[in-house]
Nanobody, 123 residues
Framework: QVQLVESGGGLVQAGGSLRLSCAVS??????YSWFRQAPGQERLFLAA????????YYADSVKGRFTISRDNAKNTVYLQMNSLKPEDTAVYYC??????????????????WGQGTQVTVSS
């Protein structure tokens, strides 16, 4: 049974940092992504990484502030978030995808999703 379980969300002041984790079990995938969704808004792509770690891709809105990485020994994908802003407040989701298509920017590119973790940035 495939499971993706996010953790690491919480409340942080503007300018602060958080590291999200996504523990993957059941199988490995070719690539992993992070998305976020604020109330009343669509789910937005943030970053993606290949299983090998050789390729990463970022949305312009987080480039330079967020870093995606993976630890294959732990079957875990991370999202390091620095210089957080109130507009980063959202539920953050990790997702997994198969295949060679790159970068996987659409929700429909992904086969499995985690349950999400809330990130709240106060001003």
């Amino acid at each position: 049974q495939v499971q993706l379980v996010e953790s690491g969300g919480g409340l942080v002041q503007a300018g602060g940092s958080l590291r999200l984790s996504c523990a993957v079990s059941g199988r490995t995938f070719d690539k992993y992504s992070w998305f976020r969704q604020a109330p009343g808004q669509e789910r937005l792509f943030l970053a993606a990484v290949t299983w090998s770690g050789s390729n990463t891709y970022y949305a312009d809105s987080v480039k330079g502030r967020f870093t995606i990485s993976r630890d294959n020994a732990k079957n875990t994908v991370y999202l390091q978030m620095n210089s957080l802003k109130p507009e980063d407040t959202a539920v953050y989701y990790c997702a997994a995808a198969w295949g060679s298509y790159w970068p996987p920017k659409l929700p429909s590119d992904h086969a499995y999703w985690g349950q999400g973790t809330q990130v709240t940035v106060s001003s």
